[in-house]
């Protein structure tokens, strides 16, 4: 309850509504297709119904003449203008528009612009396109057959479909130690390919002034920054000529952190009729041709003792990447972080070895919330120790118990080099499980069993890693991933702050005020928060991979602290005493030994602008900024329970509860922590019970709409139960970790693993949809990115 | 967003209006009710009428009453209406059950009895609940009315036998003694379409089943019927044996095909399943034992 005349918000962290909540509850927010300029022209895709086929003509003469259409952009267009093939940002291309061949249903064929959208969508249908179908390949397991059709022949001698090879950790040593295990498991597992499906889909207006030369793009994009500086790089413009605005973003989830060829075909159409244009695709091409996520075949063995202590794990990995291989992922590494797939327990040795393949499938791979395939790796332990644990019938939690790090272990490198800053693991399992009231679940689940009555209580552990990164491990094609801030405090003490993070939702407008409050003492509502515009933000590389607290937030918290710092100096001056003898408390420097005597940093604001005369060398104003480089990664974790209920009958799963125990460090506003926990614990139970792309044996996408592509809804979500620890990160400067991917990276395996607990079934692939759970409990399951037999 | 293809628009004022402008605008003439089929099929640019005749003004064809020893359902009535009908619960507690789980509350609110009958979709639920209950549909053209089985309204997938230049205006649901009905269904989310879904309707004479409807939706039943499984119920008393052996039948002769929503044995095993739940609830519910 709110008192009267009581503070409704924090000064610093704590609960509060968020600021920008305002205008989206009015309807005020302002997405890329609220956006209307003078004259705007309207553009829209033609997209290729085949998975695979060579491009024999495209006439697009009876389009051209159609009334209100401006121009016709196809691959020759832009092979004039050398635009016809883009880099994708894991050192390979991606086209814009096909030239040469279509590699997948839903790719890019050509573009029109018209003076609006139905007029475009129109003119589409004039567009005369001959194919020559070509075999596809859909089945990644078979992509590097003898005899494979070719995917990539537009690169010079490629004979085959294969991406790369790569491994982490000591392969020898890993065989040494399975060699002498007691118990060894192995076992298959798909996670599938899932689509990030943000509410909002992709788009861009682009607009070049002619007069002036600039470019402005504004478009959905989770990084901004980055995003000008490929421009730059890709189409040869410079860059002070490029200004990229990522105003309200309908969720991004990593979907929005790549460059679509819509974008470059807006700015290219622009370019050509002189107008502004814009593209906004619809639901089928955002989840056809837009960046999925996971697509990972996974062999895992884990070797342990017969008492239950994991000594070892091995993994083999194909990984399909579509027909280009575009993730994008700052890593240096091609499988991203998977090489954490050790977890949260102390192994002896582990390896893996990853191998991507070209499919005839849309390009992308990271996206969604999985901090660059953490996801898997954290689906793939938790899986093999519920494998593991069904094989020396040791309940799964008392087998995590017995093998997760110990907080004196801490910080700790992981077999595969991962240095993990600080935790407390089992306390945070043994939280879970105290809410869960695992004991009297598991008593229950007994005695329904006996009733012929199938509960399944599922266990998950996960160590997150996020926060790109340190310059050793990550860039973004040379970039680095430091993230600058600026703050600037006004005479009359409110602020602006500017970030190179990009909000997609996660309340960025509240939270870094709120951080800029907890250092400074302003309250976070005199905070203002700028983002989202090239040319009034700092550089950085935007919001993805949970990395927003742990690299932006720590430069602003670095900003703050120079503020803060700053105010001593010209409050030492305002009192006439030495900086060293003042004190501070939340918002004010007072004299040590006389509290009464001090100045609020307001005041200190207004001095700094006025007339005071300031110590040698310091100058006037109250501002500062920060280029923060992280120097680690940081490791939030979490331990979850879920418990579900199996219609034996229909297979039919429904979730009763489910428990969330996430460690991320100090929570800056706990609200908003709740709910990206609550958002990712729903995207969990999407990706075990009904998410997933298939394709059936001609390319067809089988989850085009959202007919077909289900996305959970309140009907199949329980009231969250959420709980807490804090471990501050060590090298943090407010100690927190981020905590945007947690749930969707820690809740799937919870729920599979509840799912095969239930039915007692050792392993059937997600999505665990009535259908395929009924075919695991007949020892059937079936293979889920193919079309169902 | 998606956009449909150029249409012209006429709104209906009256079903003679209606009748009069289908007749105008001929084949290339659609009627739209709810327009949650036939919108999102336009989007798709699957469906481009050339003219889309609304009847949305037509609040004459939307009621629900009991008369003439029928339970009358105007062609508008909408799915949210259906549901909250007292009256249609107490004859037919099968249609609260399919309403409940048929798309979502939007869908619900606009989408009309008349569309989903008409748009015969294979896994439309009233289809089944109708084919259950034994209904008539009502008809009406140029010609005058006519009044059409159930059993003989769908022709096929996405085919009715009300012509081009026709509006189906009614259905009607005798309604006799000693029933009792239910409809399961099984979907992989709720919103989505049914992976199958049973109606069941018996009526009781005695401890004998007297008449007996059986609807499938979803597994490719000819006319979302379940011929063989009503034929060995019919004369017997519903007992579980008696049950069982209706519910292999109702498996046996549904023809479901595979998809992402399951195999082919999945769905005929559902069958089974959902066609014992459904009547053991039926006959619970002729017996005054459950809701
Ligand atoms: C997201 C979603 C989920 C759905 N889920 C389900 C589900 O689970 N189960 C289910 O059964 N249905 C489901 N539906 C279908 C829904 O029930 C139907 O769309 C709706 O009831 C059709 O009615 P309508 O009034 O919207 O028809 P419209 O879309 O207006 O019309 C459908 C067709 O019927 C014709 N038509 C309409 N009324 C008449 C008439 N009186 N005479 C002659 N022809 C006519 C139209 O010309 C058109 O061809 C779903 C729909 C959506 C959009």
New binding site residues.
Partial sequence: MTVVGERPNPVGFGRMLRKEDVRFVRGKGQYVDDIQLPGMLHGAILRSPHAHARLVSVDTSAAEAHPGVRAVITGKTLEGLKLAWMPSLSHDVVAVLATDKVRFQGQEVAFVVADDHYTARDALELIQVEYEPLPPVIDARRALDPGAPVIRDDIAGKQDNHIFDWEAGDRARTDAVFAGAEVVVSQEMLYPRVHPAPMETCGAVAHLDKVSGKLTIWSTTQAPHAHRTLYALVAGLPEHKIRVVSPDIGGGFGNKVGIYPGYVLAIVGSIVTGRPVKWVEDRSENLMSTSFARDYHMRGEIAATREGKILALRVDVLADHGAFNNTAQPSKFPAGFFHIFTGSYDLQAAHCQVRGVYTNKAPGGVAYACSFRVTEAVYLIERMVDCLAAELHIDPAELRLRNLLRPEQFPYTCATGWEYDSGDYPRALRLAMEIAGYAELRREQAERRQRGELMGIGVSFFTETVGAGPKKHMDILGLGMADGCELRVHPTGKAVVRLSVQTQGQGHETTFAQIISEVTGIPPEDVEVVHGDTDNTPFGLGTYGSRSTPVSGAAAAVAAQRVRDKARIITSAMLECAPEDLEWEKGRWFVRGDPTRGKTIQEAAFAAHGSLELPEGVEGHLDASCVYDPPNLTYPFGAYICVVDVDRGTGKVTVRRFIAVDDCGPRINPMIVEGQVHGGLADGVGMALMEAMAFDEDGNHLGSSF?DYLLPTSMECPSWETGETVTPSPHHPLGCKGVGESATVGSPPAVVNAVLDAIGVRHADMPLTPAQVWRAMNGRPYRTDLAIP | MRVPAAFEYERAESVPHALALLARHGSEA???????????MMKLRLAQPACLID?NGLTGLSYIREEAGQLRLG??TR?AELLASALAARHFPLLGDAER????PI?RN???I???L??A?P????SAAFAAAKALAVIEGGGGIRTVPIAEFHRGPYETA?APD????EVRLPIRPGAGSAYEKV?RRV????IAAVGAVVWLEGDVVQDVGIGLAAVGAPHFHAAEAEAALRGRAPDAAAIAAAAALAAEHARPTADQRGPVDYKRHLVGELTGRALRRAVARARGREG
């Fill in positions: 007919m | 659609r009627v739209v009710a709810g327009g949650h089929s036939l919108l999102p009847i062609a508008m799915h789980v048929i798309a979502d869908v606009r989408g009309t008349g569309g989903s008409c748009q979709d896994a439309e639920d009233l009300v026709e509006l189906l205006t979907e919103g989505d379409w049914a």
